[in-house]
T-cell receptor
């Protein structure tokens, strides 16, 4: 039973346009969400996070939106650059319970076309 | 530039052999995580330690896998005996739990394991 789902295995976007990566979760206990980016032959690197008390967090070109009622979050990248081409993982944890374990989605491969 | 290091980066072995993967967490980090990545399951947590004590290894097949932290600078993941279904990329990550109860996990480059 997958608690964090990324239903799009891949996404292609033109350089300069907006990339929107989506993530759904089923566990209502999740209270902290993160996005990681992974290049081939490297480990995932932390990108941005959001607590469940917020509905938006922005860091430069990256914005994460959280819709708790829909159990949905999304990552917006504006404008998209070729260097953003990577696999993006959504992850969630139950921090209120003192747990820092992350449950990951299976990832979405983003290709930004020059 | 502090990084998590993992050795070996690649390992090919035959079924039944013992495999040991090593991880050096970022100096000062007090939590260490082991993950396995496969095409079918994505990234799965196998085990994690805080201040060298194992907190959760429920994701790990106990009969063949073991994880230890002999000291604060070394974490090991062993598979004995290895099986073809263990073929995957194994990631180690470390993090620092601060007073605000915030933590970010920093991943190593992974060990790509192939069991024939």
């Amino acid at each position: 039973d997958q608690q964090v789902k990324q239903n799009s295995p891949s996404l292609s976007v033109q350089e300069g346009r907006i990339s929107i990566l989506n993530c759904d979760y089923t566990n209502s206990m999740f209270d902290y969400f993160l996005w990681y980016k992974k290049y081939p032959a490297e480990g995932p690197t932390f990108l941005i996070s959001i607590s469940s008390i917020k509905d938006k967090n922005e860091d430069g070109r990256f914005t994460v939106f959280l819709n708790k009622s829909a159990k949905h979050l999304s990552l917006h990248i504006v404008p998209s650059q070729p260097g953003d081409s990577a696999v993006y993982f959504c992850a969630a944890s139950v921090r209120g319970a003192g747990s820092y374990q992350l449950t990951f989605g299976k990832g979405t491969k983003l290709s930004v076309i020059p | 530039d502090a990084r998590v290091t993992q050795t070996p980066r690649h390992k090919v072995t035959e079924m039944g052999q013992e495999v040991t993967m090593r991880c050096q967490p970022i100096l000062g980090h007090n939590t260490v995580f082991w993950y396995r990545q496969t095409m079918m399951q994505g990234l799965e947590l196998l085990a994690y330690f805080r201040n060298r004590a194992p907190l959760d290894d429920s994701g790990m097949p106990k009969d063949r896998f073991s994880a230890e932290m002999p000291d604060a600078t070394l974490a090991t993941l062993k598979i004995q005996p290895s099986e073809p279904r263990d073929s995957a990329v194994y990631f180690c990550a470390s993090g620092l739990l601060d007073r605000r109860a915030q933590e970010t996990q920093y991943f190593g480059p992974g060990t790509r394991l192939l069991v024939l």
